[in-house]
């Protein structure tokens, strides 16, 4: 909830032609604040808070024209995610939801657009979760990079994709466990900012071994891929009563052990490990999935690419494969019964 990320890709949706600028357009807190009632449930104001965060993306997709001197009729197609409000991909619900107005964005920009990326993957049996691996495929292909190579997004929620070779098929990706949810969620609540800037506050304070042994006693993590999850199915219940600087350390070392208990659901230890999503700018949080994964673990731009736009250009990339039919998962990334394209269209 950060805000709306926004980046200019060259791609047909399989081979990537050139990056083209990026950039960053923070929510207001009075949105933000808005979001973050409707999470997990949905009840209230959804139409009223979806306009206005569609509003925000039309102002961000303004903004990086405006920087790379393009008009809007010089881009194909716009790939519009959405804020996730609930994620319920389970055989009970089937449903995922994003809140955003994929009309409205096309009417407001003047750029055809492709939203609703998820709902086709969970309506074949899918988790509609994690969408990326395809597009860290295709940038692992264009840096040259060897496999078996890990990436880890950490972001509300953490997640990984294992590139075991150049296919599709050589793909594997689920939902490690909380990425910065908890730790933002505890720092907001206890400082008033939702973030632990650096890592600052976590490297101050001390892992609490039983608090973190009581967090990894979760069946989620027994649980074979595919596997997906909520922002909110973790809560930091079992920090309270820490201090402020031991509960940022405790789940910083949570998000790391998870990760690291995923490992186990690979089918080779992977070279390296590269890391996208905010979370790779805790210092403290990769220092303890460099001890925890026990492997080099970077930031994605240590191989050239661009943390901050990565999953602005997937979709972009997602958006390209949709408009020609092409997948936007395979069984292995989200356990859905076939590779399956999706999105809606929304011509201006």
């Known amino acids: 909830m950060d805000g709306v990320d926004a980046a200019l890709l060259r791609t047909d949706g399989e081979a990537i032609a050139e990056f083209g600028p990026g950039l960053t357009l923070p929510y207001a807190p009075e949105l933000r604040d808005r979001i973050r009632a409707l999470l997990g449930h949905g009840h209230g104001p959804v139409q009223a808070v979806s306009r206005d965060l569609t509003a925000v993306h039309a102002e961000a997709v303004r903004a990086l024209l405006q920087q790379a001197g393009l008009k809007a009729a010089e881009v194909a197609w716009l790939g519009f995610h959405g804020q996730t409000l609930l994620h319920r991909p389970d055989a009970r619900h089937r449903r995922t939801w994003q809140a955003g107005d994929g009309a409205l964005l096309s009417q407001q920009t003047g750029i055809s657009t492709v939203a609703d990326f998820r709902s086709q993957d969970v309506a074949m049996g899918g988790q509609g979760a994690p969408l990326v ?53 505890w720092m907001l609540r206890h400082t008033g900012r939702a973030q632990d800037e650096g890592g600052a506050a976590a490297a101050r304070g001390a892992v609490n071994a039983e608090v973190l042994a009581r967090l990894m006693d979760h069946a989620y993590f027994a649980a074979k891929p595919p596997k997906s999850l909520d922002r909110n199915d973790f809560t930091a219940k079992a920090v309270e009563g820490l201090g402020v600087e031991d509960g ?31 979370g790779r700018h805790n210092a403290t949080l990769m220092r303890l999935l460099t001890q925890h994964l026990n492997m ?20 972009a990339f997602l958006a390209a494969r949709a408009v ?12 859905v019964r076939a590779a399956v394209s999706g999105g809606r269209f929304y011509i201006p």
Do not use: M
């Not at 940022?248 to 890391?275: D, E, I, M, N």
């Open 248 to 278: 940022a350390a405790t789940l910083a070392a949570f998000t790391a052990a998870s990760v690291a208990r995923g490992l186990s659901h690979l089918p080779q230890r992977p070279l390296r490990c590269l890391v996208c999503g905010g």
């Open 324 to 335: 020609r039919g092409l997948p936007l998962s395979v069984p292995g990334t989200t356990g």
């Open 296 to 315: 080099p673990v970077e930031s994605v731009e240590a191989v050239g690419w661009r943390g901050d736009h990565l999953e602005a250009e997937a979709f």
């Open 133 to 185: 691996p395809l597009y860290h495929l295709a940038l692992a292909k264009h840096a040259g990079l060897a496999a078996p190579l890990l990436v880890l997004n950490l972001g509300g929620v953490g997640n990984v994709t294992y590139i075991g070779g150049a296919r599709d098929e050589d793909l594997i990706a689920f939902d490690t466990g909380p990425g910065n949810a908890l730790i933002d969620d």
